[in-house]
């Protein structure tokens, strides 16, 4: 089944203890990216990936990092969480770039709660 | 900069009524993407249509449509004869791509809820 899995899907953390939140998936995607949702705000892009290795700043970048090392991998990390971090996040991917841009497929969310 | 406009935040309509989501976008691109999602209370996110900047005509999927009118930079959704199932946050998206980049925009949503 093509999917887009997060892990963990609920996570309750203090300010400053790093976490990552791990998506992967298996359709061969080369874009991958990272939202947030609050209330009122939408979806808000962090960071996305065109390809491995490459990867650039969304909207909203402060405060995280990603990495993707394989094609499949698109980790979150959270250096150090702060509660303004608190959020819904959901992982993404789709295929190409280049000269068309096509829909995502997201993954079903992780819920983080910084205390 | 590419920016996504919902003004609805919330609209309650009596089933089987008509009801049209808004979507205004800006963008300095030529070339962009728009899409629609759907986000039912159990919370997935659910593509349901794409479109280019070169194609304005119109789309009907079922009892879904969608008016794209780049005169007026909005991508409109209309559900006729609303149903329960329908209920549900819509978020309109802008994608554009430029240098091999390529970044999405989403609005803020539309709270649909159908009355029984």
Do not use: H, M, P
């Given at each position: 089944e093509a999917q887009v899995t997060q892990n963990p899907r609920y996570l309750i953390t203090v300010t400053g203890k790093k976490l990552t939140v791990t998506c992967s998936q298996n359709m061969n995607h080369e874009y991958m990216s990272w939202y947030r949702q609050d209330p009122g705000l939408g979806l808000r892009q962090i960071y996305y990936s065109m390809n491995v290795e490459v990867t650039d700043k969304g909207d909203v970048p402060e405060g995280y990092k990603v990495s993707r090392k394989e094609k499949r991998n698109f980790p979150l990390i959270l250096e150090s969480p702060s509660p303004n971090q608190t959020s819904l996040y959901f992982c993404a991917s789709s295929r190409g770039g280049g000269t068309s841009n096509y829909e995502q497929y997201f993954g079903p969310g992780t819920r983080l709660t910084v205390t | 900069a590419q920016k996504v406009t919902q003004a609805q935040t919330e609209i309650s309509v009596v089933e089987k009524e008509d009801v049209t989501l808004d979507c205004v976008y800006e963008t300095r691109d030529t070339t962009y993407y728009l899409f629609w999602y759907k986000q039912p209370p159990s919370g997935e996110l659910v593509f349901l249509?794409?479109?280019?900047?070169?194609?304005?005509?119109?789309?009907?999927?079922?009892?879904?449509?969608?008016?794209?009118?780049?005169?007026?930079?909005?991508?409109?959704?209309?559900?006729?004869?609303?149903?329960?199932?329908?209920?549900?946050?819509?978020?309109?998206?802008?994608?554009?791509?430029?240098?091999?980049?390529?970044?999405?925009?989403?609005?803020?949503?539309?709270k649909l809820q159908v009355i029984p």
């Open positions: - | 249509i794409r479109r280019n900047s070169f194609d304005e005509q119109n789309e009907i999927s079922g009892r879904y449509s969608w008016n794209f009118q780049k005169s007026t930079s909005s991508f409109n959704f209309t559900i006729t004869a609303s149903q329960v199932v329908d209920s549900a946050v819509y978020f309109c998206a802008l994608s554009e791509e430029w240098a091999g980049y390529q970044k999405v925009t989403f609005g803020t949503g539309t």
